[in-house]
């Protein structure tokens, strides 16, 4: 029979045992309208790099509910469907995986499965990470069982703010600016996820200096999205340095075609505002001008490379969409 426990249930279980690592935080939120989940766990004491790697290759492997898995460093970054999925596991070539992952009310549930080690992962290590708000076991794991674990945490939703021009020649720096203004959300109940610069048009004659433009993604309770995006508008408006200055706003986790488009656009060729506005109206993102309405351009291009932190630095190659 399943048993539901929250952290600290586990937790008092488990003081006893030596061999169970903690996983740091699990931050989750859904798509509904795209069909899918993404899943964000920082490993094991926020340093086993191992078991990231593990993970995100034997998951992929294993389940079909996964769309894209990748390491992030220590993170664990899953895409998946909501649904089941049956999974067949076999001892070192697919020894652990996600069986189902779905969305009740005001919570994401995802059913974890795994053999011997990876079965430990599956219920005590995540069932002791912030972010989770209980576990049902189904089956422990640990030696050579079987552990099985639907992890339930609260719902978020993935909100992506694009931002562009707030530096001026001898002052500023949009990359830093965001970084930290984003780090400061993340310390008022909006986990600061992820950090993209996106390489623009070099030959630009409006660009500062680098021509860069910069994404930070966040993880919203589904009632304080526009709390969010207000406050971190108010923010920069307070601080940056340009006249010129923009964002551009989207919640989700599916990048809609023609904003992905727009994007490998603005990095080999000149775009205008217009044009901006036009893509943005039809990929549902929400342009806002702060202190100015040029830095649209950047920051709408911005939303394209979120997730794509390595490709959104090399100059003048544009993505397809």
């Known amino acids: ?62 389940s079909g509910l996964i769309i894209d898995s990748k390491r992030d460093g220590v ?23 996600i069986e189902s992952a779905e969305v009740r009310s005001d919570q994401i549930r995802v059913t974890y499965a795994g053999l011997a080690g990876a079965g430990v992962a ?12 209980e576990v049902e076991v189904h089956s422990w794991g640990g030696g050579d069982q079987l552990g099985r674990a639907t992890v339930v945490v ?10 562009d021009d707030t530096d001026k020649p001898g002052e500023g720096a949009t990359w830093a600016l965001s970084n930290e203004i984003a780090y400061k959300l993340g310390m008022q109940g909006f986990p600061y996820l992820n950090h993209s610069i996106v390489q623009l048009y070099p030959k630009n004659p409006n660009k500062t200096t680098n021509g860069v433009s910069i994404a930070v993604s966040f993880a919203s309770e589904p009632g304080r999205v ?65 202190t100015g309405e040029r830095g649209k351009i950047g920051a709408l291009a911005a939303i394209a490379y979120a997730d794509l ?8 190659i544009g993505l397809k969409g």
């Open 226 to 290: 526009e709390e969010l995006i207000n406050t971190f508008a108010n923010m920069l408006k307070d601080t940056s340095s340009s006249r010129e200055t923009a964002i551009a706003a989207f919640t989700g986790i599916d990048i809609p075609e023609e904003v992905v488009e727009f994007g490998g656009r603005s990095k080999i060729q000149m775009v205008s505002i217009e044009d901006a506005e036009k893509v943005a109206k039809k990929g549902g993102v929400r342009l806002i001008s702060i």
């Open 1 to 62: 029979m399943s048993e539901v426990l929250t952290t600290e249930q586990i937790r008092a279980r488990l003081l006893d045992k030596p061999w169970v690592s903690p996983y740091e935080r699990i931050v989750m939120t859904a798509d509904e309208r795209a069909g899918m989940i993404e899943i964000i766990e920082y490993h094991a004491r926020n340093a086993c790099y191992g078991g990231a790697a593990w993970e995100t290759h034997h998951y992929k492997k294993t």
């Open 75 to 97: 993170r664990n970054v899953f895409k998946v469907k909501i649904g089941h999925g049956d999974l067949d596991l076999i001892p070192c070539f697919a020894a652990a995986g």
């Open 154 to 163: 609260p719902k978020h939703v993935k909100v992506i703010i694009g931002i």
């Open 122 to 133: 599956v219920a005590m290590c995540r069932g002791l990470a912030k972010g989770v708000k």
């Open 309 to 316: 932190v390595d490709e959104a630095v090399v100059p003048g």
